[in-house]
């Protein structure tokens, strides 16, 4: 599975963000997705992961705030971002596992290169 991440940018604190990762084979729908980030000088952490039935999990900075969806047909899982804040500058990362357990543990199976998003106070 390769996974390409696009939709970071710079935005001003209060705005929002719509990550897409396009994923390539034709078992997208069978695997858990997640997205991570990473900020500079700290350990990437799990943003929110999505099974292949629907079940979300998110992380507790993204609650309330952020949504993971994914489009099957469209071999995509997104992230929709909202109320941005300073803190949520970082490097996202796209990823996918066959076990959910490997995204609560941050151990997915396949990796995209990240996107930057920059958020401006």
């Known amino acids: 599975v390769q996974l390409q991440a696009s939709g970071g940018g710079l935005v001003q604190a209060g705005g929002s963000l719509r990550l897409s990762c396009a994923a390539s084979?034709?078992?997208?729908?069978?695997?858990?997705m997640g997205w991570y980030r990473q900020a500079p000088g700290k350990e990437r952490e799990l943003v929110a992961a999505i099974s292949s039935s629907g079940s979300i999990d998110y992380a507790g900075p993204a609650k309330g705030r952020f949504t993971i969806s994914r489009d099957n047909a469209k071999n995509t899982v997104y992230l929709q971002m909202n109320s941005l804040k300073p803190e949520d500058t970082a490097v996202y990362y796209c990823?996918?596992?066959?076990?959910?357990?490997?995204?609560?543990?941050?151990?997915?199976?396949?990796w995209g290169e990240g996107t930057l998003v920059t958020v401006s106070s």
């Open positions: 084979g034709r078992t997208f729908g069978s695997y858990v």
């Open positions: 990823a996918a596992a066959s076990k959910w357990v490997a995204a609560l543990k941050g151990t997915m199976d396949y």
